[in-house]
């Protein structure tokens, strides 16, 4: 079955500082993976995907993310924080039929001035 | 850029209520689903519609969940007799081709739902 794990409930970073937040994959089949953001009160904003190809996918709000297939990780990175990312942030991959995606439990960032 | 939107943004009502959450997707989108989050929980499907009919639900959808496309622009989730636990952020997404896995879903701002 298609999942994702998120391991760290919680990421503190100070502001200027490289920020990642740890996402494990189990899919069966080719990995499709994304990552959302939901800023407090709002819904899921779309900022990357993989598909194929390029380990390192580039997205929005300067945003990163490695696919590493020998350790079953989809980390998303960016180089300098801003204290603006603080947010809640998922790992999403999709299954079944429905296509739907089956969420990581999130990560809550917390960037510091 | 095209958004899903949602209405209401808060619905509150009395337990055994019925409630219509509304949702418009993004025009060109094909597939269309309603997600909920539990506050603090993690954001968990409920079901998938294609073509217009049901394509997939979860064990959380049953019989006192439905949905609808009533016209060309609307998607509606309904829950005939509402409990204190459908207390939630629904969210509706939609994506433009029902053929792909590595289609980007595009989701709504979400309705609160508190059942009093």
């Known amino acids: 079955a298609q999942s994702v794990a998120q391991p760290e409930d919680q990421v503190n970073v100070a502001e200027g500082n490289p920020l990642t937040v740890k996402c494990t994959y189990s899919?069966?089949?080719?990995?499709?993976l994304f990552w959302y953001v939901q800023y407090p009160n709002r819904g899921l904003q779309f900022l990357l995907k993989?598909?194929?190809?390029?380990?390192l996918v580039k997205g929005s709000y300067g945003f990163e993310a490695e696919f590493n297939k020998s350790q079953t990780s989809f980390h998303l990175k960016k180089p300098s924080a801003l204290v603006s990312d603080s947010a809640l942030y998922f790992c999403?991959?999709?299954?079944?039929?429905?296509?739907?995606?089956?969420f990581g439990p999130g990560t809550r960032l917390s960037v510091l001035p | 850029e095209p958004e899903v939107t949602q209405t209401p943004s808060h619905q509150v009502t009395q337990m055994g209520q019925e409630v219509i959450l509304r949702c418009v997707p993004i025009?060109?989108?094909?597939?269309f689903y309603w997600y909920r989050q539990i506050l603090g929980q993690k954001v968990e499907f409920l079901v998938s519609?294609?073509?217009?009919?049901?394509?997939?639900k979860s064990e959380i959808f049953d019989d006192q969940f439905s949905v609808e496309r009533p016209d060309g622009s609307n998607f509606t989730l309904k829950i005939r007799s509402t409990k204190l636990e459908d207390s939630a952020m629904y969210f509706c997404?939609?994506?433009?081709?029902?053929?792909?896995?590595?289609?980007?879903?595009?989701f709504g701002p979400g309705t609160r739902l508190t059942v009093l």
């Open positions: 997404a939609s994506k433009r081709t029902g053929t792909g896995y590595a289609d980007t879903q595009y």
């Open positions: 899919v069966s089949g080719n990995p499709y």
């Open positions: 993989y598909i194929t190809g390029d380990n």
């Open positions: 999403a991959v999709p299954r079944g039929y429905g296509q739907n995606f089956v």
């Open positions: 025009s060109n989108h094909l597939y």
């Open positions: 519609f294609y073509n217009n009919e049901i394509s997939e």
